[in-house]
């Protein structure tokens, strides 16, 4: 049963445009939701987080919206440049632990 | 910023023998790391989670006895592979429960890419 899912494992966009990387949570008790970017045979690196009390959270080019009614969230990353190209978790967090459930994971290709 | 290390970043053995992999907080103390493994193109498994002088918790279908991990300090911890058999080809990465200014989280290690031949 995964409780997070991307259910688009891969996205194509040309440079400059805007990236929109989706994310869908079935768990009620996830409070805290992060994206993580990896490159390969490399560990996660951190990319911008929200909480579950806001509905936006923007950090430079990078945007992640939350809807809670809907157990959903996005990462816009706007403009979108080529050494953005990578795979895109999300990870969600819920209230009771620090344990973080992953998602699937969508790879991010940004064309010049 | 919080930095996790781990050792080795690429280990290559024979089927049977047993590989340790240490996982490092640097720069700040962890009372909780995590251990992650990824198949190819696949998400990250958590695999267990690490607490500083106590047994390790086990995600269900994960083999204790064959995933050994030991979390003897608050900036140390390791995973050993025992009988590796190539089936245990992955890559794992271990992850620190630490703060880094307004942050208090996970930090990731680089990975350790296992190969068993």
């Known amino acids: 049963d995964q409780q997070v899912k991307q259910n688009s494992p891969s996205l194509s966009v040309q440079e400059g445009r805007i990236s929109i990387l989706n994310c869908d949570y079935t768990n009620s008790m996830f409070d805290y939701f992060l994206w993580y970017k990896k490159y390969p045979a490399e560990g996660p690196t951190f990319l911008i987080s929200i909480s579950s009390i806001k509905d936006k959270n923007e950090d430079g080019r990078f945007t992640v919206f939350l809807n809670k009614s809907a157990k959903h969230l996005s990462l816009h990353i706007v403009p979108s440049q080529p050494g953005d190209s990578a795979v895109y978790f999300c990870a969600a967090r819920n209230n009771a632990g620090n344990m973080l459930t992953f998602g699937g994971g969508t790879r991010l290709m940004v064309k010049p | 910023g919080a930095v996790v290390s781990q050792h080795p970043s690429r280990v290559i053995c024979k089927s049977g023998t047993s590989v340790k992999i240490e996982c490092r907080s640097l720069?700040?103390?962890?009372?909780?790391m995590f251990w992650y493994r990824q198949f190819p193109k696949k998400s990250l498994m958590l695999m267990a989670t690490?607490?500083?002088?106590?047994?390790?918790?086990?995600e269900q279908g994960v083999e204790k006895d064959k995933f050994l991990i030991n979390h003897a300090s608050l900036t140390l911890s390791t995973l050993t592979v025992t009988s590796a058999h190539p089936e245990d080809s992955s890559f794992y990465i271990c992850s620190a429960f630490g703060t880094s200014g307004y942050r208090n989280e996970q930090f990731f290690g680089p990975g350790t890419r296992l190969t068993v031949l």
């Open positions: 690490s607490n500083e002088g106590s047994k390790a918790t086990y």
């Open positions: 720069d700040f103390q962890a009372t909780t």
